[in-house]
């Protein structure tokens, strides 16, 4: 029997019936529509229109049934085209007539709005405290690195050597917008939809303002047009999961580059790598490929779900039943992701030796000379001439760089010793550089920020 069976005399079609269900995924929502549900029953208790014999039942039978869906014991029907139908349903048979009172003064509209809203709440902060193991992950890798430098790249081409400290702070950075981004999300879309009804609110006296509370909400809802048509939160949401998913996309790529034979920077541990069919040498980094790769249909689940919002008049369409598969895979997608990135780089090897060698050409320390002319008061696009001169020297003539730089009447060994290993990011000293000082300093704000962020992810949980 459909919930609308009163004013259809045939019964729905096996097409329509296939076509238009969501029980198939929104299943994933059991829990919070019967918490829903219970403010909602409540709500009905407090406005007189139920009485509180049948709020008590109502209440025992919500919680029966999540105790059936929890242990596997519930059967759906056929006909329950989505968790709110099949839910009702069950309520129904289990307590009779009041059973039957559950949907007074309430519409699927604003209760799935209210549903989705709770789940995006919750799962958002748990991304939040993804984010957060893996920065505290990046922190232990950059505070052990201690002095090791590694080529920095510009380009893909050698740059300047940078203290792996850095680098591993680098992503850190990115990952802490991500946070910031997903908190700013998870405030706004805190508010209560639920007393919107179908679209216009009720003529029976409920009071939004106490499920919002009940629900933990911040507040409710203003316009109920507007509540049960707006899904900007899961549209944001899906920009979070998306740049939250490049960030571990370039990740990804990064430990690809560092894991080949070329770089050799890293070694994959057996059970974070994969190999061969066929070519029994093999250890391929696939992970880091698919936090590429998955990130692709991450940005894919965003862009489809704008297209769907964007051509919807007000107010409740069904079109907006398509928002939660690309919510529910983009979230199962980075949480995989950063559990399993984290996985791999916990349990890498990082070639240090490899790495410094890596850096350890001269070429890279040009910069160096050229600002220690600077110093000498050489104006420093003559500085830039100056080296640029000797580097193409170098190359042409296969002269060694210091050797050159000893020789050199405005240079000569004091600036030659700069091309020393490790002095490069000895005397680096710009705030926020890749300077071994600066980047002590650094740490500490890193482990700030964490703190910081270990205190927002406290108060989202109690929310
Ligand atoms: N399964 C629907 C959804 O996810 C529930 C709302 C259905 N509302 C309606 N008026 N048909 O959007």
Known sequence: MTLWHGRFGGTPSSELLAYTQSLSFDKRLAHD?????????????????????????????????????????????YSDEDIHTAIERRVTELAGDPGAKLHTGRSRNDQVATD??????????????????????????????????LPGYTHLQKAQPVLLSHYFLAHGWALARDFDRLVETITRLDVSPL????????????????VSRELGFARRFDNSLDAVSDRDFVAEALFDLALLG??????GEELVLWSTEEFGYLRLDDAYSTGSSMLPQKKNPDIAELARGKSGRVIGSLTGFLTTLKGLPLSYNRDLQEDKEPLFDSLDQISLGISSLSG???????????????????????????????????????????IGGLVRDSLERHVDLGELVEAHPQLGSEA????????????????????????????????ALVSREEDVLESLVQR
């Open 344 to 386: 791999l780089l916990s349990s890498s090897g990082f070639d240090f030796s490899k790495m410094r060698r890596a850096a350890d050409s001269p070429y890279l320390c040009a910069i160096d000379l050229a600002e220690w002319l600077v110093a000498k008061g050489v104006p420093f696009r003559k500085a830039h001439a100056i």
């Open 33 to 77: 529509d019967v918490t829903c549900s219970k403010a909602h029953v409540k709500g009905l208790g407090v406005a007189k229109i139920i009485t509180e014999e049948e709020v008590q039942l109502l209440l025992a039978t919500l919680e029966e049934v999540e105790t059936e869906l929890g242990s596997g014991e519930f059967r759906f029907e």
């Open 246 to 251: 490049v960030h571990l996309s370039r990740i």
């Open 195 to 210: 007393g919107a009804g179908a679209l216009g609110g009720s003529s029976l006296p409920l009071d939004p303002d106490f």
């Open 416 to 447: 030659a010793e700069l091309l020393m290993p490790g002095v490069s990011v000895e005397r680096r000293q710009t705030l926020g550089g890749s300077g071994i000082e600066a980047v002590k300093v650094q740490l500490d704000s890193f482990h």
């Open 116 to 149: 989705l809203r709770l789940f995006a709440k919750r799962e958002l902060a748990s991304v939040c405290a993804r984010i957060l193991d893996f920065q505290r992950l990046l922190f232990g890798l950059a505070e052990s690195a201690e002095d090791v430098y």
